[in-house]
């Protein structure tokens, strides 16, 4: 009897400490999925901030082609203006 007794506190130990074991895992999946959550925030914030760069990039750019646009326009006016001027000296 003391035998089946001693063997069942010994499955008690063992379950315990499995027990014991899961929890510590647990405790380290949490931490990590924190830390998962963490660092998608950051992705997301800085997804955010790459979208708001670009579009700003780009109607910057647009702007600059339009600028550029006029700039040939006047160039190619003052160029044939040039022209004129000269074939009136």
Same mark, same amino acid.
């Given at each position: ?6 063997? /069942? ?7 315990? =400490? ?11 999946? !949490? !931490?990590?999925?924190?830390? /998962? =959550? ?8 800085? +997804? ?6 670009? +579009?700003?990039? +780009? ?10 646009? +006029? /700039? ?13 001027? !000269?074939?009136?000296?």
């Amino acid at each position: 009897m003391e035998q089946i007794l001693n063997e /069942i506190l010994k499955k008690l130990d063992t379950l315990q =400490n499995d027990v014991t074991s899961l929890k510590q895992g647990q405790d380290e999946i !949490k !931490k990590e999925v924190v830390e /998962i =959550n963490r660092k998608t925030t950051v992705i997301f914030d800085q +997804t955010a901030n790459l979208t708001e760069f670009t +579009t700003s990039s +780009t109607e910057a750019l647009k702007r600059i082609e339009k600028e550029l646009n +006029t /700039i040939e326009t006047v160039t190619a006016k003052n160029c044939f203006d040039i022209t004129h001027l !000269k074939a009136i000296k």
